[in-house]
Nanobody, 125 residues
Framework: QVQLVESGGGLVQAGGSLRLSCAAS????????MGWFRQAPGKERVFVAA????????SYADSVKGRFTISRDNAKNTVYLQMNSLKPEDTAVYYC??????????????????WGQGTQVTVSS
């Protein structure tokens, strides 16, 4: 069983920055692929970014490419999402997810077995 706890969400003006963190339990965090997804009110949960087990491979949704950066610190069992140049359309609940089956990153909700509780990000115009 893996527990994920997100933090770092909040209210920010358009053009601002936030850094989300996701702390994971488990002694084999370094073998997990990790992902960030987001869900706006009334919409489905969608892919934002993912990182493989080593941090050597990342993937981003087109809507955030060049503005968001995913990274991980395996010594701290933590994955991060640095969000810059935020836009009102980035407003959503952001979820951290873990894939423990193998360390390969996936861009789909179904690729991840464990999820955090989510953290709200609100970008005002």
């Amino acid at each position: 069983q893996v527990q994920l706890v997100e933090s770092g969400g909040g209210l920010v003006q358009a053009g601002g920055s936030l850094r989300l963190s996701c702390a994971a339990s488990g002694r084999t965090f370094s073998s997990y692929a990790m992902g960030w997804f987001r869900q706006a009110p009334g919409k489905e949960r969608v892919f934002v970014a993912a990182i493989n087990w080593s941090g050597g491979s990342t993937s981003y949704a087109d809507s955030v490419k060049g503005r968001f950066t995913i990274s991980r610190d395996n010594a701290k069992n933590t994955v991060y999402l640095q969000m810059n140049s935020l836009k009102p359309e980035d407003t959503a609940v952001y979820y951290c997810a873990a894939r423990t089956k193998d360390g390969y990153l996936y861009r789909t909700v179904g690729g991840y077995a464990y999820w955090g509780q989510g953290t709200q990000v609100t970008v005002s115009s």
